[in-house]
Every structure is written in C-alpha cells, then in structure tokens.
C-alpha cells in the first residue's frame, strides 16, 4: 500500500524522499533535487550520507 505525503515546502504531492547528511524532507517535483528528478519511479539510490528515493507512480 503507498501512502501519500505531500511536500514539506509546499504541500503538493511528494514525488519523494531525499536526505543529505543530516537533513531530510519529502518533496515534490518544484523542490527535489536534480540527483532526485533523475531516478526513475521506484528507484532508490544512496550516495555515502546522502539517500534519496522516488515514488512509484500512482494512478487514483
């Protein structure tokens, strides 16, 4: 089951998750980061102290 979580800047849907050292937030496309747009949906990469993470694509 995915849960919805919406951006911690703006509150629109969340396409992800990114944390960099010792920061973290869920965010939507206006905020990722370029190493977060560039993953597909579903994938996962990690980065020394750095993980980021795109949602699967979800129809409702």
């Not at 979580?5 to 396409?15: G, N, S, V, Y």
């Not at 206006?30 to 994938?43: F, M, N, R, T, V």
């Amino acid at each position: 089951m995915v849960t919805k979580t919406t951006c911690e800047f703006c509150q629109k849907d969340a396409i992800g998750f990114q944390s960099f050292e010792s920061s973290f937030a869920y965010v939507c496309e206006d905020h990722a980061d370029p190493l977060l747009l560039a993953l597909k949906p579903g994938e996962k990469k990690g980065y020394g102290g750095c993980y980021l993470e795109r949602y699967e694509t979800t129809e409702d």
